[in-house]
């Protein structure tokens, strides 16, 4: 037990950026769908992503055949051949993806002044928010992993490879799509919580408060992008980081374009949708 405590101490320590968007997913999550979904996730997505990574590493699927090096043993928590701080990871990542989606896909209204969302069961749990939560955190790898593969230029440091190097900046195609395979397993996990409670969960604070609050998923989500980017640039990956910059833009100006409209179209449309979740 000493010996897990000290190794799980040194990996907080060493990984300090990991425990500070958990953390952020930790309030996200209480504030969404309560606190014992968001603890409760944390063990179940852990888990996942966990067999994921170890199947991967043993029998090339569903991400390819990469591997891990162990450069740090002794200093953080490794599990049976997999960095503890990569698996936890999957949990905020696929958690800021799902509610990302489900902001999209849900009515947006301004109301003197607070930006009010008509945020219902039924989005939360639909098809739609599924592939569009999965789109987003496969999205997320598409910027994570070519920096990744650099850390021995920065504080992540070199711990893990491909046997066979990709064409994009190193990464092969199947990495991205285990991600988008492995992000539908995860936000239909999240849906699979949200049918737990079968009249829907909500926020239990004024319409403004509410909305704002519920934008922390989203804020994680474009933070977790900042992150990288920031990192590639430091590190000198210029180009990557440009065409990262390239990536985001297509996202997000789209992204503005359609809240925008969302607002404006919320006089006729979201009246329904905002009195159904309770906002």
């Known amino acids: 037990m000493y010996e897990f405590l000290r190794l799980l101490w040194g990996t907080i320590r060493l990984r300090p950026y990991v425990f500070a968007f958990l953390a952020v997913y930790l309030v996200a999550g209480w504030r969404h769908f309560g606190w014992k979904k968001t603890l409760v996730y944390l063990p179940v997505g852990y888990s996942l ?18 591997f891990y090096i162990n450069t740090t043993a002794g200093r ?14 999957y949990v905020f990542l696929s958690y800021c993806s799902y509610s990302l989606a489900v902001f999209l896909m849900s009515p ?6 607070n930006l009010i969302t008509g945020e219902t069961s039924q989005i939360r749990r639909s098809w739609s928010t599924l592939v569009l939560g999965a789109f987003l955190f496969a ?4 910027i994570i992993d070519p920096v990744a593969l650099q850390g021995r230029k920065w504080f992540l440091g070199l711990i893990y490879g491909y046997r066979h190097a990709g064409f994009y900046f190193g990464i092969p195609m199947s990495n991205f799509g285990g991600w988008l395979l492995v992000g539908f397993v995860l936000t239909a996990a999240l849906q699979a919580l949200e049918r737990m ?29 900042l992150f990288n980017i920031t990192i590639t640039f430091q590190i000198g990956e ?27 179209r919320a006089g006729a449309e979201a009246p329904h949708a905002f009195a159904q979740s309770g906002l």
């Not at 199947?55 to 699927?61: A, E, L, P, T």
């Not at 922390?216 to 474009?222: I, K, N, Q, T, W």
């Open 49 to 66: 992503a966990w067999l994921s990574e170890f199947s991967s590493i043993h029998w090339g699927f569903p991400y390819g055949d990469y």
């Open 76 to 89: 953080e928590l490794w599990v049976l051949g997999v960095p503890f701080m990569d698996s936890l990871s």
């Open 108 to 113: 947006v209204a301004l109301r003197s002044g």
């Open 139 to 142: 999205l997320l790898d598409v």
């Open 197 to 225: 409670d079968p009249k829907g969960s909500k926020l239990h604070l004024p319409a403004g408060r509410a909305s704002w609050m519920r934008l922390l998923g989203p804020v994680l989500y474009f933070s977790v992008l």
């Open 238 to 264: 210029m180009l990557l980081g440009l065409v990262d910059l390239l990536l985001v833009a297509t996202l997000t100006v789209p992204m503005v374009f359609f809240t925008i409209y969302k607002i404006t």
